[in-house]
Every structure is written in structure tokens, then in C-alpha cells.
């Protein structure tokens, strides 16, 4: 049976999240389908971050830190994210880049095995995981072994410190069993970080039940904290007294302020900072939480699933012989979907210029890849709808050969 317009607005009445759109400022006439790479601006933003710039650091200056209480960004933030990634907020710290708190908490947590001498990653991973790794070993002379992404623990042995694994593909959409490969790994001795840059937000997460050791993950994605706002990292609460960060900076010492000559760590999650926080990115994301407020993570999954088995059902009925890359089987599924195709980059620049925003990545020497990120808080069915009604017409018009497309922007 053809799947019609009017089924796609009978599913956005039926999926109960259309309220959350009016929390984003979206431009007219556009599909945005990239919030899996830049999450659309909360409406609450503009005027925080106004509030932020002109009246506590322009009329408050220095004063601002104690009281606009500066100081409590992380704590507060920490308390919004730690029920989507199910931890306590006081095992969660917030500042640095993705690719430093991985830093970070990959040497954190070698230094937990010592005399095993293996980093694991996959080699499809996003780049910064591979590349870090690659720096860690080098650092404390060590192996980086490339697992098989389909099979990671088959490259788990008694020699391995650290499986370090993205939780969702930033490629394929496709996701791991947390609690599954934390278990298997644990039972050689080897701990375990998950990289939730493409899950939090998106997908339901719990660290605590998956007896997971470490994760990190950006919030400039599905938590919509603007373009690069600093990402989170975690670390198991058995581990806080043992584990040591690297970046062992006055931001992370036990008190910043008595200006001491030698570190001393400060207790719990408070040692994992290095340097001053960045107050307005950390503010943008604050208010941008606030787009969560009401809404459980399993609506937002539910809906998200809802919102990919229409895109994937439409492709099928519309456009067969498009390859979708991202698993069909739900568990197995982000909240995202992937199609290969060798003009992949032309049929993203097209759709763009119709007004749906998806985004390309390369694969190496297979062909690329048009990424489509589904976000329940401001994506409904209609606009998945509209946007395979766009993709047919583009196709259909071979619109995504044009010339102009033949080179590609810096960021695709
Ligand atoms: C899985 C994953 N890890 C890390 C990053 C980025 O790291 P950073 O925040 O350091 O730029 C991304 C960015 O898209 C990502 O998808």
C-alpha cells in the first residue's frame, strides 16, 4: 500500500512530540535533517547568551564569577545530561572538546591495567577517536589494535587495557550492544569507553546498567549546545579515586585558588578539569537543554524509530534501487539513515539547494555516503514525507549531476 502525505500527518498527530518544535528557531522553507552534525538552535539561545554577554560579563565583569555563579555551570548542566545517559550528575564533567576529554580518559584508563599494552578501536571509527588512540600509544608506547567493526571482541585478549568504541556509527547509523560487549570485554580484564557523540539525546543510554567504565560525548549535536560547546566525559564511580587525568591543570587541583606550588587532585569528578571552562558556550547549552524539558528520552526514541521506518519505507517504495546503508532491525539503529550512492555528494548539494539539509561523509575507497539525521524534537513525519518527495525530484531531474557539484565545499 502507498504511504501518502496524509499518513505522514496522521503519524505526527499520533506521536505526541509536535509541541517540541515551536522550542527551535527554524528558517522557513527549510527540512533540516543535520542535527546529527549541528543540532538547530533553541529558542531560548539568543537571549541567554545576550543576557550572558551583556549584563554578567559586560556590566559584571570579573564579579560575574560568584554571582552569576559561574562556578555551577557544570554542576547544572551535569544534572540535565546524566538522566539521558543514565549516570549520577556528580560522575559527569563538562569542558573540554571531544577528542581531549577522549585524550583524557583514554590515558585515564590504561593507566588503570598496567602491564596490559593494547588500545582497541575500530577502524571506521569517527577520525579523532582513531587518531587519539593512535597519540595515547605513542605516548606511553603502546599497541593500537584495529578491531573488526563487526566483530570488535574478536580482537579482545588478555594484553588489552582499553576497547574504546563510538556507541551509534557517525557513518552508517549503525549502533552496538553497550551492555553486551562491555560484559564480553570486562570478562578478559579490559575496560571499556563508549564515544555517545551520535546517541545522547537520541538514544536511550545507560552507562550504570552496561557496567560501562568511561564515556565521552559532544553536545553540539542532539543536545543542540551550539557549534562547538564542550563535550562531556564520565567515568565509572569505582574508578574515580584510582584514575588519573593527564591534563592536570588549576581548574582540576583540589583549591584553584590558594595558588599552590603542587597539584593536588581535586576529589571526584572535580579532578577531571584542566582549564578555565568556556562560560558562554556552557551557557548556550544550559538553556538549549531546556528543549528536554517534559519529554522523556523514550518518547524521543520512539519517535525518532517511528521517523526512520517512514524515511526507510519510503525509499523503499519510491527509490528501491538506493542502497541504505543503517541497520533496519531497531536495536541495532541510531537515529540516523545512510544511503551509499556514488553521487552521494551531488544529491546532498541538490537537496540542500530545495531547502532539506542532510550532509555527505566519505568512505574511503568505497562510495560516499548522504547522512540524513532524524531529531523527534523538531523533525516530524511530514518533513521526512517531504523530503523523499524532494530526493524523488532531484533523482528524477538528475539534479545532483549538476557541474557545480563536482567540487566539494571544506566541509561537507
Ligand atoms: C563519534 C564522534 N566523536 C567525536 C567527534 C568530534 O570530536 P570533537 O568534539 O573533538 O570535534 C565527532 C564529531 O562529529 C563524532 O561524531
Not at 42 to 49: D, E, F, W
Amino acid at each position: 500500500m502507498t504511504i501518502t502525505r496524509d499518513d505522514a500527518v496522521r503519524l505526527d498527530e499520533a506521536a505526541g512530540l509536535a509541541h517540541t518544535r515551536q522550542r527551535f528557531r527554524l528558517p522557513d522553507g527549510v527540512i533540516y535533517l543535520d542535527g546529527n552534525s549541528l543540532g538547530a538552535l533553541p529558542s531560548g539561545v539568543p537571549a541567554r547568551l545576550a543576557d550572558v554577554v551583556e549584563r554578567e560579563w559586560g556590566s559584571g565583569l570579573i564579579r560575574s564569577w560568584n554571582d552569576a555563579k559561574w562556578m555551577e555551570l557544570i554542576g547544572r548542566i551535569a544534572t540535565r545530561i546524566a538522566p539521558l545517559v543514565g549516570v549520577r550528575p556528580a560522575d559527569l564533567h563538562l569542558g573540554d572538546s571531544t577528542s581531549v576529554s577522549l585524550f583524557k580518559t583514554m590515558v585515564a584508563a590504561v593507566r588503570l591495567r598496567p602491564g596490559r599494552r593494547v588500545i582497541v578501536v575500530e577502524p571506521s571509527t569517527f577520525p579523532t577517536d582513531g587518531y587519539v588512540a593512535a597519540g595515547v600509544a605513542d605516548l606511553l608506547g603502546l599497541e593500537l589494535r584495529w578491531c573488526d567493526p563487526a566483530d570488535p571482541l574478536a580482537s579482545i585478549d588478555d594484553d588489552v587495557a582499553l576497547l574504546s568504541l563510538t556507541h551509534v556509527d557517525f557513518r552508517t547509523g549503525s549502533m552496538y550492544d553497550m551492555a553486551g560487549i562491555t560484559a564480553a570485554a570486562h570478562g578478559h580484564g579490559a575496560l571499556v569507553q563508549w564515544d555517545l557523540c551520535h546517541s545522547v539525546g537520541a538514544v536511550p543510554v545507560d552507562l550504570t546498567a552496561a557496567d560501562a567504565d568511561f564515556a565521552v560525548g559532544c553536545t553540539y549535536k542532539y543536545l543542540n549546545g551550539g557549534p562547538g560547546s564542550p563535550a562531556f566525559l564520565w567515568v565509572a564511580p569505582q574508578h574515580q579515586d584510582a584514575a588519573r587525568q593527564p591534563i592536570t591543570g588549576w581548574m582540576g587541583h583540589a583549591a584553584p585558588f590558594a595558588m599552590s606550588r603542587d597539584f593536588a587532585r581535586a576529589p571526584g569528578i572535580g579532578g577531571w578539569a584542566s582549564g578555565t571552562h568556556p562560560v558562554l558556550a556552557l551557557s548556550s547549552l544550559e538553556t538549549a537543554l531546556e528543549a528536554f524539558d517534559g519529554v522523556s528520552i523514550a518518547e524521543i526514541r520512539a519517535s525518532s524509530l517511528s521517523l526512520t521506518d517512514l524515511f526507510i519505507a519510503l525509499i523503499g517504495e519510491r527509490l528501491g534501487d538506493l542502497e541504505v546503508v543503517t541497520p533496519i532491525e531497531h536495536a541495532r539503529r541510531g537515529s540516523q539513515v545512510s544511503l551509499r550512492h556514488p553521487d552521494a555528494y551531488g544529491i546532498v548539494q541538490a537537496l540542500i539547494s530545495r531547502g532539506v539539509i542532510g550532509d555527505y561523509r566519505d568512505d574511503g575507497t568505497k562510495p560516499g555516503i548522504a547522512r540524513f539525521g532524524f531529531t523527534p524534537l523538531y523533525v516530524g513525519h511530514t518533513d521526512v514525507y517531504d523530503a523523499v518527495e524532494h530526493l524523488v525530484g532531484v533523482l528524477a531531474g538528475g539534479e545532483h549531476l549538476a557541474p557545480q557539484y563536482a567540487e566539494r565545499n571544506a566541509v561537507t
